[in-house]
């Protein structure tokens, strides 16, 4: 079992897998609730800002463009690992600074669904290479009103990649997550 950290909390994720090559990641989402939750992920720049349109990976664009992110598909009902995402770590441009993980709840205004009502979300990172769990980010803020936040990143520094619990929720839903990283 990995590290489980709380926000703001980082871990070395090479120096979690110990001997074993650390290259390809799974960030899995998982949750309890009967919610429709959807993980993306934003290859970032120094500045927080998307490196281009195509570097948002979703349910509608499943694979970046270095292939470096893929997104497995749209879970709609919950249970264990819900929805992944795949990382080769390799195949990050170098210009990126972070890869962020976004979670929001789709149709959650028409459905009165927020982060206040979905229970047991987490997110954790797995070393592919042989399927151990290198750290896990449990939410428990009070999401009250909130239907997307910022649940996590992994980012570079030097040679190591690292993982940090952000767990910041996000104004506007997807929408105003879409903005603040530079995307229309």
Sequence with gaps: ?????????????AKEAGPTPLD????????DTEADLDASAVICGPGGKALSPLDFVFYNNLLSPTGAIQHMGDERTGGGDAEQLNVQLSL???????VRFLVSIHNAQALGVHFGVVSGAYIRVVNSTDSSELARYSLT???DGQDCLIFGELYRDG???HFRAIGEF???GLAGAVAAHGLS
């Design 170 to 172: 996000i104004a506007g």
């Design 141 to 143: 803020e009070n999401g």
């Design 92 to 98: 990050v441009p170098n210009q990126a600074a972070s």
């Design 1 to 13: 079992m990995g590290i489980n950290l709380n926000k703001g909390g980082t871990i070395n994720l």
């Design 24 to 31: 390809h990641v799974q960030v899995a989402l998982g949750w």
């Design 159 to 161: 040679a190591d990649w």
